[in-house]
C-alpha cells in the first residue's frame, strides 16, 4: 500500500521539451507538496495546495504550473526545461495545515534534463 | 526568515555504538515545530521523530531521542545502538506554528550523511 506515489521515477528528457510528473496520495489528506532537491541534496519547497487550493507559491519560475484536480493528486507540469531543472522532485502530502502535521513523502522523480 | 543549520555534512559510527547530529536553528517565533528525517539511498523521505517547541520533555522514538535546547536553538538527534539500516542522510527540518502562506512549508538543513561500519 503505497501512501504517496509519484510517476514517473526517473525522467529523462532534452532541453526546452515540456513534461509532468504525477502524484497521487491515498491516505486522505487535505494538503500536498511539492519540494525539489538539487545535487547537493538542498531540499526546498516549490508549491502546496491545500484542498485544491494554492497556498504555497515559493520563488519558482513560471516554467513551473502546478495543478490539482482533486485532493488525492497534485502533478507538476514543467515547459520549456533546463539544464537547471535537473533535480528529484518530491511530491508529500500532510492531513492538513495546522497543528504538528507530519508530512509523508513519496519516493521521489529523478529529473535529468540534457 | 527561518533558517536551519546541520554544521556536520558527513559523521560516521561504528555498529551498535551512539552518535549525535546536530542541528541548529534561527527563528523569532516561539512556538514552532521541528522534525528530523531520514534519507536511505532509496530516496525515500522518512520521518524519524519531531518535537513541539512548547513541550519540555525531550522526544524519543526507540533508539532516536533529541536533546531540544530551546534557548540556545538546538535540536540534536542521538542515535543508540546504530544499526547498518541506520546509514542514510538525515534532515533537520522546521516548520512554523503560526497559520498562513509560506509558514506551512518545512525548512530543512542541508542534511549530514550518516555512515555506520560493521
Known amino acids: 500500500d503505497t501512501a504517496v506515489s509519484q510517476t514517473p521515477k526517473y525522467l529523462v528528457t532534452q532541453m526546452g521539451n515540456d513534461k509532468s510528473i504525477k502524484c497521487e496520495q491515498n491516505l486522505g489528506h487535505d494538503t500536498m507538496y511539492w519540494y525539489k532537491q538539487d545535487s547537493k541534496k538542498f531540499l526546498k519547497i516549490m508549491f502546496s495546495y491545500n484542498n485544491k487550493e494554492l497556498i504555497i507559491n515559493e520563488t519558482v519560475p513560471n516554467r513551473f504550473s502546478p495543478k490539482s484536480p482533486d485532493k488525492a493528486h497534485l502533478n507538476l507540469h514543467i515547459n520549456s526545461l533546463e539544464l537547471g531543472d535537473s533535480a528529484v522532485y518530491f511530491c508529500?502530502?500532510?492531513?492538513?495545515?495546522?497543528?504538528?502535521?507530519?508530512?509523508?513523502f513519496g519516493p521521489g522523480t529523478r529529473l535529468l534534463v540534457l | 526568515a527561518q533558517t536551519v543549520t546541520q554544521s556536520q555534512p558527513e559523521m560516521s559510527v561504528q555498529e551498535a555504538e551512539t552518535v549525535t547530529l546536530s542541528c541548529t536553528y534561527d527563528t523569532s517565533e516561539s512556538d514552532y515545530y521541528l522534525f528530523w528525517y531520514k534519507q536511505p539511498p532509496s530516496r525515500q523521505m522518512i520521518l524519524v521523530i519531531r518535537?513541539?517547541?512548547?513541550?519540555?520533555q525531550n522526544a524519543t522514538e526507540n533508539r532516536f531521542s533529541v536533546n531540544f535546547q530551546k534557548a540556545a536553538k538546538s535540536f540534536s538527534l542521538k542515535i543508540s545502538d546504530s544499526q547498518l539500516g541506520d546509514a542514510a542522510m538525515y534532515f533537520c527540518a522546521y516548520r512554523s506554528l503560526r497559520g498562513g502562506g509560506s509558514n506551512y512549508k518545512l525548512t530543512f538543513g542541508k542534511g549530514t550523511l550518516l555512515t555506520v561500519n560493521p
Open positions: 508529500a502530502s500532510s492531513r492538513g495545515l495546522a497543528g504538528v502535521e507530519t508530512q509523508y
Open positions: 518535537q513541539e517547541a512548547y513541550k519540555q
